[in-house]
């Protein structure tokens, strides 16, 4: 049969692409019929928290940090709570990481603050000392592109059905709202509201007359998406 | 032997002396931990294995000839021989075919295994194995375990010397409290659950002086700053009348505060101390989270470990 | 006519030889450039503070990765593909206009999305999956540039003299195939700018950002059937093609056992696909698949080292010839390391081992004993054997070519030991707990202990780009100062200077 098939090669492509098809189908498949549910208490991204994800992925942190706990003791003991696959299902891309060059990021939100990720993404060496991470100066001088996120929020209510404008429930038993502008202008007036709060506990004169202006730095975007993350 | 088998056998020992070097003199360390044991092993097999097929396969390539029966065919000159399947290969694949299916269909079938249920069980064993041996642990061993909570989880913010990374981003823990935080306490007041409830301090407005009856001003703001930040030490001083007249009402004569009124604000105590932990701090220096990861013995003996970080002196 | 050897064309073989090492310069420059920036953080500003946006660590990863993968890697597969191709199916390319014009057409495009790629992911366009950085415009080059390379591989199967398809063919279909179908299915991705406000605006933001179709665990899932497999259609697959090809060419032995072929071939299509789960070890994917992917990456072990053993076994008696040749020794050197990492590959795939080994340097260890010695040497050689038959040259020194084998070699050696030591000792400190049942150490402590080994690491591949450019030049020279030798003398083993 194999001789015949080395010498048929239409034959030979489709045997190919039958075995090579056919893992997918069995190991992927399966999990899409139950397409993971949000966990109770995870919302969907903000309009500055998908600003502040763009900015992560556009600086590939993940190349460093992962966003994964694993159910290890001493990784709940360093991190917090193991992940949980409910907790991602807003996610698109995933940002599960493969290396850790860096620490764990997955609930850094509930262990530093506004003030320590200002100063250490501008010069981390100034607070670890031996870190080995690069500083983000630049960051406080680029501004966030709103446009984009708000356009990404878009994209995932209509096309993936992510539930903004609709209460999610809490854990508390309570639902909130996750807000979703009705146009460009409403979103920038929406985010920078939302700056306002995190650029409160930030000392960089220049990022707080930048908000004081109506324009959100990036460091503003990414602080607002790193306290997310608990 | 052959010469390359005795090559094979002495960087077999250099990888063993290597790993021997590594685990056992690096940080780290194989802990008992049988997930170190586990991939130290299977570095060390990985070299080994390597080397020692590869070499067989090489002494073939010495002593022996190519052989056997040539196909047909052949494609730009190269021809195939009609051998058979090395039989060790052949034998192995079968093993492992075999294997993987017993693995689903008896070994582990599709929910035998959970790695929840185990971590569960992982976390079970070591508190078990950490709350009963250190349940009374006291004084100075408390100190240490401190220091190393302190070293994984706070050094972070407060810094390698606790001197709070120069000021600027948490507390000096080195003293009890900067005369700016007083400073900023007073005109503000605070409301941070210090005592572990919603207790607030009043800020200036809500501050009398009962030796001149009237709101504190703020040459005495400046006054008591500096003595309630010098430890209220100088007793002497003008800080001190002030603090007689305002504050001692509460934080008591001394400062050493009173139950359910006023947390101590001359030295560090144990209960403001996990207060923090539980429910962090925002004050004029910034934010400290609430620790929460920690469990109670570690806050207690991180607790320990602040204080006597000013008892040394 | 059949006696006389027909005359094989090679100027897209020739193109696409020229991006392999232009682009392995540049992917290995920067490899080089960000393993001394983990070593000495200070180099993420080594061009000032106002191109450390451009410069650092982060914003290079995806450039090196992108750049070895998808240029000199793929570069090396199309060019080893346009010189086999022809050969081991008695066709040449000058017989059909058609596929010349598609060859080129290929070659060309390929250099515009290379271009497209190494700009947009200076400026930080990335979609954050590994090995799938690429915004959508710039996967869709890559999907023509593909089906144009169908067009190749099936039109010249289509126009054959050579009845039966020689097994480097079967690993060329298999790479088209297998790329192809995870390829499309990584990177469904919905452009953001498709999308309409209720305030009704349109094409809002940046029309090259888009996202991903899956979401979360999904997400994850598919992207590392999809890496995993990248690692099997790109690292593996295409470069069993090459060595079924070179070494029993360039040493003139018969290929050892058919069977033993065969066997490999169907076995790695079948196994390969099922160990992606190993990706995911201990995350949030169901434990079964977890298990499943374990279980396949053991199983995995023989055929992948059924092929290597062919290969070691076509070589039995032809010992002086391993010594002799310094061409033949970057093959069994190759198919070595192919053996090395197809048996780490599973041990790292055991979920213990995987505790520690995952998020470490180990697998950075293992990346690149697969990718310097395996794909890198296989490349090389190839590239080594084609240059006199291309160019009509002898090659130009031998002795360079034994001393860039012998200080590559030391290279990978300082690059996977380092990367061994580092990441089971980081894997460790991460675990360990102390005499009080407290963590032992805190992040940036075993962040510390990394440095000697980044150092180590970056010496290393500075001693593998070194050998590179010795490679390059060595073929520079070939090209433009080798002796010309006769079509006799290109029989077996490639003529070589002293
Ligand atoms: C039997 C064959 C192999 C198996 C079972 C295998 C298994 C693995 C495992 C378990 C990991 C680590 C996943 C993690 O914990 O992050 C890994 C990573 C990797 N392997 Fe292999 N491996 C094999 C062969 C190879 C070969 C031959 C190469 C390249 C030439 C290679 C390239 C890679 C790469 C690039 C990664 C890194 C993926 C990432 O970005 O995280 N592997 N492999
Ligand atoms: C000159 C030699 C090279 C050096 C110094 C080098 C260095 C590096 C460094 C520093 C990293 C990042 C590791 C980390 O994040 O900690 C890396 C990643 C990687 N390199 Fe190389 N590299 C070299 C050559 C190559 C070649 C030739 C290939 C492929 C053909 C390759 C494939 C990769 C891959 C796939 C990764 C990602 C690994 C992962 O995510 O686990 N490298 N390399
Ligand atoms: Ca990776
Ligand atoms: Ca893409
Ligand atoms: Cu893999």
Redesign the pocket.
Known sequence: MFHWLEKHPFFFAVGVFVVIAFAGLIEIVPNFAQASRPVIGTTPYSTLEIAGRQAYIKNSCN?CHSQLIRPFKSETDRYGHYSLSGEYAYDRPFLWG??R?GPDLHRVGNYRTTEWHENHMKDPQAIVPTSIMPGYPWMFTTNADIDTAYAEQLTAAQFFGVPYNKPVPMKDGSTTVVKLGNSIAEAHAMALEEAKAVVANMKDQDVKDAVARGEIPEIVALIAYLNRLK | MNKLYLWGIIIAIAMLGATYVTVGYQKGGLNGDIVNMLAVAGAVALVIITIFVVIKYVRQMQVDQASGELADESWDNIGEYKNELPMGWALMFLGTMVWGMWYFLAGYPVNAYSQIGEYNEDVAAHDAKFEKEYASITGSRLVEMGESVYLVECVACHGLNADGNNEVDAADLNARVSEKTVKYVVNHGSNNKLLGTEMPMPDRNGLFNAETGALITDKEIDEVAAFVAGGLKDTNSAGAKVFAGVCSSCHGPDGKGMEYVAPDIATWSQPLIVNVLNNGKVGTIGKMPAMDRLNSKQKEAVAAYVISLTQGE | MENRPLEYDYTVAKMFMLTTIVLGIV??TI??F??FE?AFPGLNTILGSGLAEYTNFSRL?PL??DS??FG??VSGIFATWFYVGQRVLKVSMAESKFLMFVGKLQFWLYVIGVAAAVVTLFMGYTTSK?YAEFEWPIDIAIVIVWVLWGVSIFGLIGIRREKSLYISIWYYIATFLGVAMLYLFNNMEVPTMLATSPAGETNIGDWLHSISMYAGTNDALVQWWYGHNAVAFV?TVPIVAMIYYFLPKESGQAIYSYKLSLLSFWGLMFVYLWAGGHHLLFSTVPDWMQTMGSVFSVVLILPSWGSAINMLLTMKGEWQQVAASPLIKFMILASTFYMFSTLEGPIQAIKSVNAIAHFT?W??GH??DG??GW??FMIIAALYHMAPRVFKRELYSKSLMAAQFWIQTLGIVL?FTSMWIAGITQGMMWRAHDEFGNLAYSFIDTVDVLHPYYAL??TG?LL??VGFFMFAYNIYKTMTAGRRVEESELQNASPMGA
């Open positions: 190349a493969s290396k060059t | 992917g290995m490899g080089v960000i393993a983990l990863r090196h990765t070895v993968a000199f890697t590994e690292f340097d697998i950075v990346v690149h990718t310097l794909v890198g690059y690491r970056g591949g593998y780009l």
